[in-house]
Structure formats: structure tokens, C-alpha cells
């Protein structure tokens, strides 16, 4: 499994435990935090994104990602060595000494060096090449590759995997991180849509215990039967119950909230679940301009950048494979000079020359690889046209809903506007007794259930239209 999957399994096995964590530790932050008032949506993503530990373990990967790099491109930082030989017993005594400096460089899969060597003593005649003058010998040379890992080599594959990888990761942690928002505002608008829905039957209630005053004077007086009374009553009892059943809802909702809402020091935050802010400023509504510039995101969609940085790695694997079906000729030339008293033959410039040659006869497992790999391309290319397809299916789907939606709260809109019209004009018929308490009952139930119902229909909107960013994943963009 590679660090990259590791990694994405630990973050979301993190979020679960966290979520079960933020359920089941809900009354110990409604114990110990100071409910502060609701924050806006802009606030709420903001907090989510600064100090989540989510986020903050997602921020991580990218350190961790970004460290794989240089770690690969440690392959070719330049380095020193030192050999010594010594024979301590014997007719001979020679010493040899041996520094070089050796810097690689990428092209040509090349190594510059410079080396330093200096002798004392004698040799035999078969390690005469160990001698220097007294001052020893100083050289500077190059070698590279002509044919086998001239144009790529492991490390220059290593390297630049590790780049993809670092790409792959950022895209990978967009996706995740919109995820992430998604369902953080999700919960919000759900806790929102019964705050709402709360304000309006507690509105209605207000009116209808005013109402329940006057008819109990009228009741007193004579004016009126007392069922009657009781009949409205009845009425304002369901009203209480339906408020009960929404601030159920809200609270839910509202503790749910505080597993994504956090402090700055990451800690979990309560809702205020009385009052919902005036505006909540929402930062996703969609226009016609709005839809153009989701499409366009969509060629830049995460999950297509991650699966063409895949298809880059495999391409890069498929090069190197190819690479070793090459034969290995490799030169190595230098320039010598010894400095100091000694003997003649060791005086004057030296220049050395060499190419090595070498090839595996039949090279079976490089062309296995090959082959897998040209297989492995072909692959990649079918997931990354299905992947490309169900992503525009996906949006197309969220675009019809959003459309669907938008007539759907105009209707409601007008459908609630009617419901109060006519329970209005069922009270100014009621009062002046030309209409009995169950029609006027019936005329208040249904303003009740058309504005919850309209409250829903603008909320579903919202909802809609967060689909439309996040199918784009355009909720959040790495920074």
C-alpha cells in the first residue's frame, strides 16, 4: 500500500472516528462551552478549513508529499569519499590515499569528479598504479551513459514520480476537503431550514394565543360557545406540538454542527440553537454565468487531474522499462596530473579514456514489464473517459434537480402567499360570524404547513445548488 493510500485511509478513518466522537460527546460540550451566536456560512467553512483537525491532518500529507521530493531528488546531491590502503607487514610497505568529490548531474545520468591521491612507500610492480609523485596526484574526469539511462534512469523516474505524486496528492486533498465542506453545509442548511421553519409556526402561535384570549373573553361574555373555544384550542395543541417536533429537529442538527464548527484552538463549538443569523451570506448561488464557469471546472476536476497523473507515472515507468531493453555503453574519460619528486613515469599529463559495454541476452523481464505496463496504460485510459463521463453525468443530474428546484420554491413561494391570504380573509369572516371555527382551523393549518413547506422549497435551493459546487468541486480550492 503506498504512503498516498495509507495516508487518504488514516483521514478517513479519522473523520469517522471524529464524527462518533462529536455525537457521542455532544452533551459535554453543551456543558462546558458558552453558546455563541450562529456563525455565518462564510465563518463556518472558514473554521472548518483553519482548524479542523481533519484539515489540519489533510495539511500534513502535504508536508509529507512535498518531503518525498526532495528525499528523490537527494540522489543526486554531491558527495565525498575517502579510501585508504596500507599493507602493514611484508617485504612492501606502500601507502595509498584516496579522496574524490563526486557531483552527479541529470543529464546523461552523468557524474562529474574531481579525486586527489597520494602514495608513500613501495609497491609491487602489479600495484604500481597506486604510486604518485611526493606531492601526489590530482585529476578531474567525467562519466556518463550513451545508450542505456542516457535520456531516463531509476533516480530521474524516481524524481519526477515523486513530483506526480506530490500533484496527485494536492488534487486528491482538494477532492476530499470539498467533501469535507459538502457535508459540514449540508448539516448547517438542515439546521438552518428548521431554525426557520421554527420562527415562522412560533410567529403563527404568537397570533394564535392572541386570538385564544379574545375568544375566551367573547366565551365569558356569552358571545360564544365554549367548544368553540376548546376547538381552537385544540388547534394552538397541534401548533405546540409541531414546534416541539421542528426544535427536535434543530437541536439534532445544531449538536451535529458542533463536530465541524471550531475554535482556533480546535476545539468543538456549541450553536446557539435559538437564533439563526439574519443572513447566513451564501457564497454558492448559481446563475447562468455561475453554470458556465461549473462546467468549464469540470475539465479541471480533481479527480481527472489525479487519474492523468497516474497515467503521466505509468508513462514514465513505461520509458524506464523501455530503457532497459537498451545495451548499457557507458564512458568514463579524465585528466591526470602528478606534482612532486618520484619518477620519471609518473610525470607530466595523463588523460584516460574508457567505455564499458554490456547487454542481458533474451531480457525477459524487461519486456514483461513493458508489456504489463503498455497494459496498465491502456487501462488507466479506460477509467479516466469513465471517470470523465460520470462526472458530467453527475452534474447534468444536479443541474436538472437545481432547475427542478427553482420552479419548486417559486410555487411554494406563491402557494404560501395564497394560504395566507386566505386565512387572513377566514379570520375577518369568522369575527364577523359568517364562518365557523373548523374552516378557519382548516385555513390555519394549511398557512402553517404552505410556509414550512416554502421554507423547505428555498432551503432545498440552497441545497441544489451546493450540489452544483460540489459536483464541480468548487467548494474549496487548495492553497
Not at 460527546?25 to 483537525?53: C, K, L, R, W
Not at 428548521?194 to 385564544?212: C, F, G, H, M, P
Not at 384550542?233 to 437541536?251: G, P, Y
Request: without cysteine; proline residues 3%.
Amino acid at each position: 500500500m503506498s504512503n498516498k493510500v495509507k495516508l487518504s485511509y488514516f483521514l478517513n478513518s479519522a473523520v469517522v472516528a471524529l464524527t462518533l466522537s462529536g455525537i457521542s460527546g455532544v452533551h459535554a460540550v453543551e456543558n462546558t462551552a458558552n453558546q455563541v451566536p450562529a456563525p455565518s456560512i462564510n465563518e463556518f467553512i472558514d473554521s472548518m478549513t483553519q482548524y479542523h483537525p481533519y484539515v489540519l491532518a489533510i495539511n500534513e500529507g502535504n508536508y509529507q508529499a512535498a518531503a518525498e521530493v526532495e528525499i528523490a531528488r537527494s540522489s543526486f546531491d554531491p558527495f565525498i569519499e575517502q579510501k585508504t590502503k596500507s599493507r602493514v607487514s611484508g617485504y612492501y610497505d606502500g601507502t595509498n590515499l584516496t579522496q574524490r568529490f563526486t557531483n552527479p548531474i541529470e543529464d546523461y545520468n552523468a557524474n562529474v569528479f574531481t579525486e586527489y591521491r597520494i602514495a608513500a612507500g613501495d609497491f609491487p610492480a602489479y600495484e604500481g598504479g597506486y604510486d604518485t609523485l611526493s606531492a601526489g596526484e590530482a585529476s578531474v574526469g567525467v562519466a556518463m551513459s550513451l545508450l542505456q539511462n542516457r535520456e531516463i534512469d531509476k533516480r530521474r523516474t524516481e524524481l519526477r514520480n515523486a513530483g506526480l505524486a506530490t500533484a496527485q496528492w494536492e488534487a486528491q486533498a482538494t477532492s476530499m476537503l470539498n467533501n469535507f465542506i459538502y457535508k459540514g453545509v449540508t448539516e448547517y442548511i438542515s439546521w438552518y431550514e428548521s431554525a426557520l421553519q421554527i420562527k415562522a409556526v412560533d410567529n403563527l402561535l404568537v397570533t394564535a394565543q392572541d386570538r385564544e384570549k379574545a375568544l375566551t373573553t367573547r366565551v365569558e361574555k356569552g358571545d360564544l360557545a365554549n367548544i368553540v373555544l376548546v376547538e381552537f384550542q385544540a388547534n394552538i395543541m397541534q401548533q405546540r406540538l409541531l414546534l416541539a417536533e421542528l426544535k427536535q429537529k434543530r437541536d439534532a442538527h445544531a449538536q451535529m454542527l458542533s463536530f465541524y464548527w471550531r475554535s482556533p484552538q480546535g476545539d468543538m463549538m456549541s450553536f446557539n440553537a435559538d437564533t439563526p443569523p439574519n443572513d447566513i451570506e451564501w457564497p454558492f448561488w448559481v446563475g447562468d454565468a455561475q453554470i458556465m464557469a461549473l462546467r468549464k471546472a469540470l475539465r479541471q476536476h480533481p479527480e481527472l487531474d489525479v487519474m492523468q497523473l497516474e497515467q503521466q507515472v505509468v508513462k514514465n515507468k513505461t520509458a524506464l522499462a523501455n530503457n532497459a531493453l537498451l545495451p548499457k555503453l557507458d564512458l568514463q574519460a579524465s585528466i591526470a596530473r602528478d606534482i612532486g619528486a618520484g619518477s620519471e613515469t609518473l610525470e607530466g599529463t595523463e588523460t584516460k579514456l574508457g567505455l564499458s559495454f554490456s547487454y542481458p541476452l533474451g531480457n525477459r523481464k524487461a519486456k514483461a514489464e513493458r508489456s504489463q505496463l503498455l497494459s496498465k496504460q491502456r487501462e488507466l485510459g479506460h477509467k479516466f473517459t469513465s471517470i470523465q463521463q460520470s462526472i458530467m453525468q453527475r452534474f447534468e443530474q444536479a443541474y436538472v434537480y437545481w432547475t427542478q428546484a427553482k420552479d419548486i420554491a417559486a410555487l411554494q413561494s406563491e402557494n404560501a402567499s395564497l394560504a395566507r391570504k386566505l386565512s387572513r380573509v377566514e379570520r375577518t369572516r369568522f369575527d364577523a360570524g359568517d364562518s365557523d371555527m373548523f374552516v378557519l382551523n382548516a385555513r390555519a393549518q394549511n398557512e402553517i404547513k404552505a410556509q414550512i413547506k416554502e421554507i423547505k422549497a428555498k432551503v432545498d435551493l440552497l441545497k441544489a445548488e451546493l450540489m452544483l459546487y460540489k459536483e464541480a468541486a468548487m467548494l474549496y480550492e487548495m492553497k
